[in-house]
């Protein structure tokens, strides 16, 4: 499939900002030329690396479109993907929306790629870059070769906002970049640094892949039934003496065939009661988390992954940022507490810490002040 994509890309025209819808915020700038594309803004999108977490690549298909159908940032979501060895980059973005404005220009979407803005623009090895978009700027992570982490801002960031989005996508302190001057970027023009999928086009390809399995499978199963007809029908002893060895093979292997299911059933409860112990019991992390948060707190968001825990806050009145951290530190659970930033949550507090084991070390108590007792507002 990729091959076929690469010979595609060697006779059709070049992508330019030309031939190119271009979607902005405050509408659809119509392409000069006989369009090929829609270019959306990065105004306009949603980002998130997907991690295959050494996932099989023949299972990293059905992986990556459970995430997507999960991932819905709009009520109409569509998403355009570049797959990678180790993570999957991907933007979405309303496409409902994208319908509308192309209905009210009177110009079709029905055969056209659809690529956001940052995809066209050049692709680094490894740092952090802050660069201008038609709309704003885009901070940007690459690690291998591959975008790691993004975020847009309508204007360039205050330093504490760059840091805290370097922080939030893992970038060590000693290679942090504390300069947040914008870099100015040509207009894109050509291909995408990568190969582009939707997530359409993935489960179209995911149904072709189905469909030709099962008739690669029925191919398979009427081989051997002809065979068989035709031998039946020549020697019609010989068939009776196959059916005969049949039965027997049936007979001998009976026993391993029952000792290897009877394995694999132990296999899936030790697998279960593994994760039972590896991963933290949710209702104790709740109960964990009730004690540490002042009175007042409200819990927006709360997502675990592995033994790390990322919460969305809204502060309870007079309660401080160093307050929540030093509460949750307080615990003995709860390590490297810090706050990152999202372009997602604008009223709360993003804060990410790492579960030390799969159970409280010691009964958290939380040191009384002033104005903040414990409190359970979940």
């Known amino acids: 499939m990729a091959q076929c994509r690469h010979f595609l890309s060697l006779w059709r025209r070049p992508l330019t900002s030309k031939n190119s819808h271009f979607h902005r915020s405050t509408g659809v700038r119509i392409a000069e030329q006989r369009a090929i594309a829609h270019v959306l803004a990065r105004s306009l999108c949603r980002f998130k690396s997907i991690a295959f977490q050494q996932l099989p690549k023949s299972e990293q298909l059905n992986f990556l ?15 355009a993907v570049i797959i990678g060895s180790e993570a999957a980059t991907v933007f979405a973005w309303d496409q409902q929306a994208l319908l509308q404005r192309c ?21 680094l090895a490894d740092g952090v870059v802050l660069r201008q978009c038609a709309e704003g700027v885009e901070g940007q992570v690459w690690q291998g070769g591959a975008l790691l982490a993004s975020r847009w801002w309508a204007q360039p960031p205050e330093l504490d906002g760059w840091l805290n989005f370097q922080r939030g996508a893992g970038v060590a302190a000693p290679i942090q970049a504390f300069d947040v001057s914008v870099a100015e970027s040509e207009f894109w023009s050509g291909e995408p640094f990568a190969d582009v999928q939707t997530l359409s086009a993935m489960m179209t390809q995911g149904r072709l892949y189905l469909l030709a399995g099962f008739a690669a499978v029925s191919l398979l199963l009427a081989l051997p039934t002809f065979w068989l007809l035709k031998s039946w029908i020549t020697a019609d002893e010989r068939v009776v003496a196959l059916t005969a060895e049949k039965q027997q093979l049936e007979t001998l292997a009976h026993p391993v065939l029952h000792a290897r299911s009877e394995a694999l059933d132990a296999l899936a409860t030790l697998e279960a009661m593994e994760k039972l112990v590896e991963h933290p019991n949710p209702v104790v992390l709740l109960a964990h988390l009730s004690r540490l948060l002042p009175d007042g707190t409200t819990v927006q968001e709360l997502e ?29 659970w709860l390590h490297n507490v810090h706050e990152i930033s999202s372009e997602n949550t604008h009223d709360g507090i993003v804060l990410v810490a790492e579960l030390q084991g799969s159970s409280p070390a010691q009964k958290p108590s939380v040191p009384p002040t002033d104005d903040q007792s414990p409190g359970d507002d979940f």
């Open 103 to 123: 209905e009210a220009s009177s110009i079709p979407v029905q055969g056209m790629r659809l690529l956001p803005e940052s995809l066209l623009q050049p692709a």
């Open 304 to 332: 675990l992954k592995g033994n790390r825990l990322q919460l969305v806050l809204l502060a309870a009145p007079g309660a401080s940022r160093v307050a929540y951290v030093k509460a949750f530190e307080s615990g003995g």
């Open 65 to 79: 479109q459970v995430q997507l159908l999960a991932w819905q940032p709009f009520q109409e979501s569509e998403f």
